[in-house]
């Protein structure tokens, strides 16, 4: 069961969210709707990322990749060079870094996908509420026994609507 | 400098404002299109008579190899650094009035990469092999010359492009999903798909807020590795007036120059056009106008530097390539470039009270003409004296070349013009009324 309520002021919103936070509810079990970013104090809905770190481990790993590539592509005919080394970081420095910047990119890319959910595949039952613009819309999952505190919880914090929604 | 206009607008002014522009078009707009259409088949076709008959039927020939196509590689991959540049530099400054600028700029970004990219393909000649840059297994166990920096150029410009394409989709997607709301079938079926079911829930926010930071920093290193990397086609080589040191900062310098005429072309032409003055005010041409001025007086002072320590060398083959573009073949177009590149923006946005928007563009595009120049007097006059006198020559373009560069500049019209029609030019859902961030 789901409910949905909205907010016209941002501490009228964080305010439920503590409240909500206090009566049990997890932060996983709320979600904030909104036309644009909005910017909730820290410590009220937070989000851990490990979008930096992913960056920087797809850097790495493309970046080392494509270092190996070169070195072992340069290996394989082996030129003669006199004396000359076949393999120069100097010489494919460029290529090393470019492909470990291309490996920020994708993981970043990547990254951003699975961590807002875009890609994962969403359950339909569970409502998206519609947002009017200068709306905020807190999502709420909760279960029985809660649904009538959490009611009473957005009631009292100055939500001008909530709704109720079942799922199928 | 106070709140701009549109910060006391309704949003439902402001959304209604900027999709407009998706959804009607003018006679004059399908004009301007169907006209530079033409441009870029007729290019298309020079291309193919190039294909057909080969590099004969340009100007290039022995000792001037590079012509107007490398030319306008450079040049193009220079304009490129308008978008992503000046819009990373912007969003990790946090300059408030960056938000209306910089989808515009990364636009520029996408269709300047794209169009630039193209010329070491038309420069290859037999262009169908331009796979074999890649390198791939193959039984002939040959691999491209990786110490090469046309290689490392392919490598940079496909790690550019590919971020540069994320760094313009990543913000358009929230106002893809508001644009998949209200609109035409075909269109709701598009922005659908390309918003991918985006609901405006703070994890999504959070995650795109993060990714644009990040891709920020990133598109940055990329960005001046690229037009280094550029650089170093001539720096790289010992030709004279082509080997320094200070061709990598140069560069990159005279590319965010030129990004920034480019961007302040394309907001004005686009201001006027799709009737956003209330969105693109006096202030933000102001402020990229003081910027094009930072960039000009900078960019006079790679280029004094770098004539200034050949002139004082005095090594004779450095002092040929030096002659001939002060005062003897090449001069017209380094005193043209001189006047476009220092003299008019010096003057126009220098002095307080002329600088307007009028001034703002009639320096723009002087500079956009300068810079184009810039870069033929760096390639072509070294090439016609090379170290060994005797060999020296003279480059002339054919109507082949003339007529492909005409189309590049043609096609980046159309694409612009069909992107201004498909997708809001300013990020909607950035431009929000915010009490405190003007300034």
């Known amino acids: ?168 | 400098m106070a709140a701009s206009v549109p910060e006391l607008l309704p949003y439902a002014k402001i959304r209604e404002d900027l999709f407009r522009p998706l959804s009607s078009g003018s006679s004059r707009y399908w004009i301007t299109v169907f006209a530079a259409l033409a441009v870029v088949v007729l290019g298309m076709a020079a291309w193919g008579i190039q294909v057909r008959d080969g590099m004969g039927v340009t100007g290039l020939n022995r000792p001037v190899f590079w012509g107007f196509y490398i030319v306008d590689f450079v040049f193009w991959i220079g304009i490129s650094h308008a978008g992503t540049l000046i819009s990373a530099i912007l969003r990790l400054t946090d300059a408030a009035w960056r938000k209306p600028v910089t989808r515009a700029a990364e636009a520029i970004t996408v269709f300047c990469l794209m169009i630039g990219g193209m010329f070491p393909i038309i420069h290859l000649g037999r262009s169908w092999l331009f796979f074999w840059l890649i390198p791939y297994p193959n039984p002939r166990m040959l691999w491209p010359n990786f110490r090469s920096p046309l290689l490392w150029d392919l490598v940079a410009i496909l790690t550019y492009v590919t971020g540069s394409v994320i760094y313009l989709y990543l913000p358009l997607i929230p106002d893809m999903a508001q644009l998949a709301e209200h609109n035409v079938p075909w269109r709701r079926k598009l922005y659908r798909i390309l918003s991918l079911g985006w609901t405006g829930s703070d994890r999504e926010w959070h995650a795109l807020e993060r990714a644009m930071k990040l891709m920020a920093c990133i598109i940055l290193a990329v960005a001046v590795s690229v037009h280094t990397v550029v650089s170093w086609d001539f720096a790289m080589s010992i030709a004279p007036m082509w080997h320094s040191t200070i061709f990598g900062p140069y560069f990159v310098s005279g590319a965010i120059f030129s990004g920034i005429a480019a961007l302040l072309l394309v907001l004005g032409i686009l201001r006027r056009a799709l009737g956003l003055e209330l969105y693109l005010t006096k202030h933000h041409f102001d402020n990229l106008s003081k910027l094009l001025l930072l960039m000009s007086l900078l960019w006079f002072y790679f280029t004094f530097a770098e004539y200034q320590t050949v002139w004082y060398g005095n090594e004779p083959s450095e002092m040929a390539v030096f002659a001939s573009r002060i005062r003897g073949l090449y001069a017209p177009y380094f005193w043209i470039m001189v006047v476009c590149n220092f003299v008019v923006p010096f003057v126009l946005l220098g002095i307080r009270k002329l600088r307007t928007i009028s001034t703002a563009m009639i320096s723009s595009v002087c500079v956009i003409i300068g810079m184009w120049l810039e870069r033929y007097i760096i390639v072509v006059p070294t090439l016609g004296n090379p170290r060994m006198n005797t060999a020296s020559g003279v480059y002339t373009a054919t109507w082949i070349e003339f007529a492909i560069t005409a189309a590049t500049f043609a096609g980046m019209i159309v694409l612009y013009l069909l992107f201004s029609k498909l997708f809001p030019i300013i990020a909607v859902w950035e431009f929000k009324p915010h009490a405190v961030e003007e300034d």
């Open chain 1, 1 to 168: 069961m789901y409910l949905i309520a909205d907010f016209r002021e941002q501490p009228k919103l964080e305010a439920a969210i503590l409240a909500l936070k206090a009566a049990g509810i997890t932060a996983d079990d709320m979600d904030v709707f909104s036309e644009e970013p909005v910017e909730l104090r820290r410590g009220i809905l937070d989000r851990p990322s490990r979008m930096s770190l992913v960056s920087v481990l797809g850097a790495i790993a493309t970046g080392g990749l494509a270092t190996v590539g070169l070195y072992a592509a340069q290996q394989s005919y082996r030129l003669v060079t006199g004396g000359m080394p076949i393999f120069s970081f100097w010489g494919t420095g460029v290529i090393s870094y470019e492909a470990t910047m291309l490996g920020a990119v994708l993981a970043t890319f990547g990254w951003f996908l699975w961590e807002s959910g875009l890609l994962r595949k969403r359950d339909k039952n569970i409502p998206v509420p519609t947002v009017l613009p200068g709306v905020m819309c807190l999502r709420v999952r909760c279960f029985d026994p809660h649904v009538t505190r959490a009611r009473q919880i957005l009631d009292s914090a100055g939500a001008t609507d909530i709704a109720r929604k079942e799922v199928a």
